[in-house]
């Protein structure tokens, strides 16, 4: 084979491994973006930040979530939210921690509903499905 012919192969042959490279890499993307592990650190984050919100503001609030949650449960404890869904072990539940400023406290469950608020009262944060 000439000289020619070997590097026309060569290169066909590295632009197949380059596409197959992308391919493989975009396809692990696609699915961890779409994993539920994902969306319960990003919605444990979502309500941390919320939470850090209120506690920030004055008076009384109401805040609905933008999402539907009917597939996950939320438990909000003083310091940490823990999200995870029916049926889970504890090593698959997502926590986040906090820090409310002194005398603030948070509580509250939401068991697998569509519209879950975080409502502020004074110096308390509950969580609660919306009314």
């Known amino acids: 084979m000439n000289k020619k012919g070997a590097n026309i192969l060569l290169f066909i042959f590295e632009v197949i491994i380059v596409l197959s490279v992308i391919f493989i890499a975009t396809n692990t993307a696609r699915a961890y973006g779409k994993s539920e592990t994902v969306t319960k650190i990003n919605l ?3 309500m941390r930040l919320m939470i850090n919100t209120l506690a920030g503001i004055s008076g009384d609030a109401l805040v ?3 999402g539907d949650l009917s597939s996950f449960m939320l438990v909000l404890r003083n ?3 823990i999200v995870f869904s029916k ?3 504890e090593e698959r539940w997502i926590e986040r921690t906090f820090s409310l400023p ?3 406290g948070a509580e509250g ?3 697998e509903q569509a519209n879950v608020c975080l409502e502020k009262k004074s110096k308390k944060t509950l969580l609660r499905p919306c009314p």
């Open 79 to 81: 310091d940490r939210i």
């Open 109 to 111: 469950i939401a068991e």
């Open 87 to 89: 049926g889970e072990t």
């Open 64 to 66: 609905k979530y933008p």
């Open 44 to 46: 444990a984050e979502e």
């Open 102 to 104: 002194a005398g603030y």
